[in-house]
């Protein structure tokens, strides 16, 4: 974190390499966050941090400086008994154990005995194009610096 962090409010639409569209930030409403508290990924903020307000820019960021690559040992083949239902279709997700941090299961493939289950990221393994505008780079507040979270529209309301 450099000695004075900004707060960086930036519009975004994000693509896969395909040129799909994937997420994007709402119509006037950019996304704030907080220079260095790694609320967005390394990739982009390297990048973001370059600009000024008003830039627009198109940013590669490839997988291992975004959402890292896939790990094939999060893959699980669980019996379907296994879980908590047996109404059980792709794209349905679980939570892997009690926890809020426990990680979000993807159900990828459906047999008659047995479901795949994903941990991985959506997003892991892909390299990604990002078109950001910078709206706002401003000092961040005291007390921005004392919750590490940007606050105000795009940011934390509390
Ligand atoms: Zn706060």
Redesign the pocket.
């Known amino acids: 974190m450099s000695s004075n962090p900004r707060v960086i409010e930036f519009h975004y639409v994000l693509h896969d390499m395909k040129g799909e569209m994937i997420d994007q930030s709402e119509a006037g409403e950019p996304l704030a966050f907080l220079e260095g508290s790694g609320q967005i990924i390394p990739g982009l903020e390297s990048v973001l941090l370059t600009m000024s307000k008003g830039d627009k820019r198109e940013v590669h960021v490839k997988a291992e400086d975004a959402y890292g690559d896939r790990d094939e040992t999060l893959v699980a083949n669980v019996p379907v008994d296994q879980l908590p239902t047996s109404e059980v279709k792709i794209g349905d997700m679980f939570r892997g154990g009690p926890d809020q941090d426990d990680p979000i299961m993807v159900v990828t493939s459906v047999t008659e005995s047995h479901v795949t289950l994903d941990a991985n990221h959506p997003l892991a393994g892909k390299d990604l194009v990002f078109k950001v505008e910078i709206a706002e780079m401003r000092p961040a507040t005291k ?2 610096l ?6 105000g529209a795009g ?2 309301h ?1």
């Not at 004392?146 to 606050?151: D, Q």
């Open positions: 007390d921005e004392e919750h590490g979270h940007a606050h940011g934390h509390h």
